[in-house]
């Protein structure tokens, strides 16, 4: 899922005053009160990506950085798990695992590794729900062996059947690991709970594995690798005219036809359940969570609120604040909201020992449903809330590598242009009874997982105290749809 | 620049914690990796010892700003391990003037809290022999001491003040070495940045200690007890030293950490957090000489300390391969590992390249000889472990993937390093190992936080970052003999501990 958004734009902040150096003495007298402190102001002008569009429809967002001999170059593909057949899950990621170690029509997979190595660059692939990203570093004197190389990995792969048989057998056993990690199961199964009934929620396995074959891997790379589908994020340490030059050379001659694939539709309707894995471990894990506004949704930023406040916001938001600070319940303990286009994810969570398993339980349930019962109270929340996500947005622009993959992620997604400029602006106007209304509407009882994991004969108190909890049965080799 | 075990960190928003990753060791500037980083490191040192370093990076408008105290756990005493890291979460909870509505009133509180607290520990820690109702009535004074402390404490303040104003990686590492304060922020707020840790390097007040001794346990069960990988690690370092301090684990043996104390942890902060025993690395869009007059106006009064002379107790020479085995419900795993020197001997140098050829990318050599046929699903090396200080060891991590057993990995591991002893590895090999070395400077110093993690991490832990460039010399002498002789010389049997993990249910 995306990240947090944030901000664009002329970052411009009021102006207060040059610094001041006001006196102080060490111990005893007083000392500058750190809300009084005086700021200049802090002008910046992001650059913006240059944005190119190749004649076979590729688009490339690209912005120079100097600073080191670098060159950083990322692809998106729409591609993702969500596609994956029934029955075939897992095929997205082994076809991108494969497509890197395979090799391609004018290299083995072998040869790519043994060049890339001795250049001291990189090649990845990273595939997740709804797209896939291939990224490259190479030091700018590599660029021209990098680049064939990366474009014959996104336009030629060959998919070896030596390397999808090695693929295989380290994801099955990557699967059978899982099982060491409480967190992973817990919201692998959270992840499987919440999307029931939708391509989401249907997670590799061990049978779903054994069933991939090399024609599967062709046949998938084949539905979504075409320069349409495709977007480009290059920056580094190169000319724009020479890195539109060197992409073209190597990717002009790509010609499939076909358009972007569509934005996967969002998922459907979520109904509440209460879950219980059990897993003999000394500390349980918490996670409740469910669907939340889009990105496009007029709730969005009300919702991006709501979530630092209620517990992705540091040590002072709510959760974090009760059950790690004030009752010294958790070491981890926080919410998380995850969007898209389309739909969201919220989410709060808490690993505790398993005796006060219950205890933290109500302890996060009676956080969330006083939010949505009565919204947030304080003024004073609300606004640390919003300046403090206004204040960080700058960071979204700290380095070209960063602006440039935002820029490009913007158009990817299909969001408008002006998303980011907007966004500090729109943060700006949430109040407390935007905050009271979406938190209402969201925060519903009908449609919230609760998941547990643990051991419930060491609770202090019985599960069944909570409501009937519903036993997963986990397990990498025994589902499928 | 961080191992699971040496340098313990702290996220504030996010619930994953890193497991092991390869301490990062190493800074090289090769005409094609250049970044002249000897002319653009301003170099000061206050008064009072404080060491300041500058890079000045006008790429956008923030600057990542890096406190590093030469001091983590090694310096705690037998009794006393987890200090180091609990007082890095103490130093989170504010200070005479962060913090409180009336110090004068809170302080009163907290003096009573601390006495409770210390009466409490004293009983419990008779065991059986502990009187019961005496511990009831002690835990119930101090839970309504601290309820009544509550009301004049103001939790959480710098986070809030550091989160209000932009500051993101909020974070701190213990390790064993070294502690280390980062944040990053916009670049025109250095000031607050300077009020804050001045303050809190000055007077912080150990709040909350009691419930912040209940995380940290909630802490252990998260990274240790429910972690296999982890939990074999501690046994694994217990066995591979004896004597010496890098046996114990930054987050504390469990009865110590029930037993952590706020007096030592007190003397402890005074005696380390020194301004002559601390380093501040600062790069990003920042005036060198207006950031000085902030710093020497904040943090030139405070005063420096005497450092005790550390009596660390030296490792003996080990003569004869060691093994555990521990249990637990988890797939198999195996941990080998070689005692070896610390920096800034060539030989350390060297073990950084054989680190780069048995395991860094998909044509080292164990990477080939396990993964890439299907034998383990991860393979990991690391020199430097779990500190850079002190002589230390070179680590190999390996997973089996299933029917195959670690027994069976060892093998395949030990024909490898005999390759290595054997035959000089070829100067393109060696050269594609000091390329990936270089390489990997350049990456993380492409961030100011990356660059000024590293320039602190060296000013603390080899005495000066100017380690950065002895090592360039250092790497660019390594020959295949070199090679040769250190894997002869340190990859032996008779120096080698092996850690198991045997799977069985409970």
Redo the contacts between chains.
């Keep these: 899922m995306k990240t947090r958004w944030r901000k664009i734009i002329t ?1 411009c ?1 009021p102006v207060i005053g040059a ?1 001041l ?1 006001t006196s ?4 005893g007298a ?6 009084d ?1 005086a ?6 002008d ?1 650059p913006k990506a240059e944005r190119v569009e190749l004649e076979n429809g590729i688009v490339l967002y690209m912005l120079e ?1 100097h ?4 060159v950083n170059l990322s692809a998106v593909i729409r591609m993702g798990s969500y596609y994956d057949p029934p029955g075939k899950e897992g095929l997205a990621e082994i076809t991108g695992t494969v497509m890197r ?1 395979g090799g391609t029509e004018s290299m083995t997979g ?1 040869q790519i ?2 060049t ?7 090649i990845t692939v990273s595939v997740g729900t709804d797209s896939c990203t291939l990224s490259m ?1 190479v ?1 700018e ?1 590599d660029i021209d062996k990098g680049l064939k190389i990366f474009s014959d990995i996104l336009t030629c792969p060959v998919f070896s059947s030596e390397k999808l ?2 693929a295989k ?2 994801e ?3 699967l ?2 899982i ?5 992973k199961i817990a919201f692998r199964e959270f992840r499987r709970l919440l999307y029931r009934g939708d391509p989401r929620g249907r997670l590799s396995s061990i049978e779903s594995i054994g069933k991939i074959e090399r024609d599967d891997l062709l046949a998938f790379y084949r539905r979504f690798f075409r320069p349409r589908n495709v977007m480009i994020a290059l920056s580094g340490d190169i000319s724009k005219r020479d890195a539109i030059r060197k992409i073209k050379n190597n990717l002009d001659a790509w010609n499939v036809s076909g358009g972007p694939e569509p934005l996967p539709s969002p998922p459907s309707h979520v109904r509440a359940s209460l879950n219980y894995i059990y897993k ?4 349980s894990v918490i996670v409740i969570g469910q669907p939340a506004p889009g990105e496009t949704s007029p709730d969005y930023y009300t919702f991006e609120v709501l979530d630092f406040i209620t517990g ?5 938001s709510q959760i974090f ?1 009760e059950v ?11 919410s998380f909201y995850s969007s898209r286009r389309e739909y969201g994810i919220f989410g709060a ?1 808490a ?3 398993s005796s006060s398993t219950m205890k933290a339980l109500s302890s996060i349930t009676t956080i969330l449903d006083t939010i949505r019962d009565r919204g947030v109270e304080s003024g004073g929340e609300l606004a ?1 809330a919003k ?2 996500i ?6 979204s ?4 590598g960063r602006i440039v993959m935002r820029q490009m992620m913007l158009e990817f997604e299909g969001l408008p242009e002006n998303f980011l400029t907007r966004y500090t602006d729109n943060i700006e106007t949430v109040g407390l009874d935007d905050l009271r209304g979406v938190a209402a509407r969201y925060l519903t009882g009908e449609n919230r997982i609760v998941l547990i994991l643990g051991n419930k004969d060491t609770f202090a108190e019985p599960l069944s105290s909570f409501g009937d909890f519903n036993t997963v049965k986990t397990g990498t080799d025994n589902e499928g749809n | 620049m961080t191992s699971g075990e040496s340098l313990h960190k702290r996220t ?2 996010y ?3 890193s497991s092991v990753i390869a301490l990062l060791l190493c800074i090289t500037l090769h005409p ?4 002249d980083l000897a002319n653009r490191v301003k170099e000061f040192t206050l008064a009072n010892g404080l060491k300041v370093l500058i890079v000045e ?1 006008h ?4 600057v990542s700003l890096y406190i590093s105290h030469d001091t983590g756990a090694v310096d705690e005493e037998d009794g006393h391990t987890g200090t180091a890291h609990i007082l890095e979460h103490m130093m ?1 909870k504010g200070t005479e ?2 913090g409180t509505k009336n110090f004068t009133e809170e302080k009163r509180i907290l003096r009573k809290i601390h006495g409770i607290g210390n009466a409490l520990d004293i009983e419990v820690m008779k065991g059986e022999t502990a009187d019961t109702q005496k511990i009831t009535n002690l835990r119930k004074q101090l839970e309504t001491l601290q309820q009544e402390a ?1 009301k004049w404490s103001i ?2 303040e710098i ?3 550091y ?6 990686d ?1 974070n701190a590492f213990t390790g064993q070495d070294l502690t280390s304060y980062h944040v ?1 922020l ?4 250095i ?2 940045w300077a ?2 840790e001045s ?1 809190r390097m ?2 912080p007040v150990f709040r ?1 200690f009691y ?9 252990r ?3 240790v ?4 990988g982890r939990k074999l690690l501690e046994q694994f370092l217990a066995a591979a030293f004896i004597v010496h301090p890098y046996r114990r684990p930054v987050l504390g043996w469990t009865h110590d950490m029930r037993f952590l104390n706020i007096d030592y942890t007190k003397q402890f902060f005074k005696t380390y957090y020194s301004p002559n025993n601390t380093t501040i690395a600062i790069v990003g869009d920042v005036s060198p000489d ?1 950031t000085m ?2 710093i020497k ?2 943090f030139g ?2 005063p420096p300390q005497k450092i005790p002379a550390r009596s660390i107790t030296e490792e003996p020479v080990q003569n004869g391969e060691r093994r555990v085995k521990r249990v637990f ?3 198999p795993r195996l941990i080998i590992g070689y005692h070896k020197p610390a920096l800034p001997s060539f030989d350390d140098c060297v073990f950084d390249v054989i680190d780069t050829i048995l395991s ?5 050599r164990l990477f080939k000889a396990l ?4 034998l383990a ?1 991860d393979v990991n090396t690391a020199n430097g472990f779990p500190g850079a200080r002190y002589p230390n060891l070179f680590v190999i991590f390996a ?1 089996p ?2 029917p195959h057993t670690c027994a069976e990995l060892e093998e395949i591991i030990y024909n490898e390093l005999d390759m290595l002893k054997k035959e000089p590895v070829t100067p ?1 090999e060696l ?2 190992a000091k ?2 070395l ?3 400077i ?2 993380t ?4 936080s990356g660059l000024a993690g590293m320039l602190s991490y060296y000013g603390a832990v080899a005495g000066s970052w100017k380690y950065l460039t002895t090592f360039q010399d250092l790497l660019e002498r390594v020959t295949p003999e070199d090679v040769m002789t250190a894997a002869k010389k340190y990859l032996e049997p008779r120096n080698r501990t092996v850690a198991e993990l045997i799977r069985e249910k ?1």
């Design positions: 970052y902040l610094i150096l102080c003495a060490w111990h007083p000392m500058t009160d750190p809300d402190i700021y200049a102001p802090l002008c910046f992001p950085d600073e080191l001999p670098l170690t072998d590794d043994e890339l190595d001795f250049l001291a660059g990189s570093s030091l004197k048989k090695t057998i380290l099955r056993e990557a059978e690991r099982h060491d990690n409480p967190q003999d471990t000394p500390q992705s916001g540091g040590f002072r604040a790690r600070n004030r009752l010294g319940l958790a070491y981890s303990a926080g969570y690993m505790t020992k640390w300046e403090s206004i204040n960080t947005f700058i960071f622009f700290a380095t070209p | 504030l928003k619930f994953i914690i094609c990796y250049a970044y990076r790429i956008s408008p923030t989170f003037t962060l509550g939790p959480s986070d809030r003040l989160t209000e104003k932009g500051g993101g909020l990053s916009p670049s025109n707020r000031e607050l009020r804050i303050d000055s007077n909350e419930s912040e001794r209940d995380v940290v346990m909630e802490e069960r998260q990274v007890e429910s972690n296999p207006k007059a902030i106006h904040y009064k405070i419900d988890a797939s860094e990318g998909r044509t080292s993964v890439e046929k299907g699903v997973e993937v299933s393109e050269e594609k390329n990936q270089r390489a990997d350049l990456r110093i492409s961030t100011n409970g």
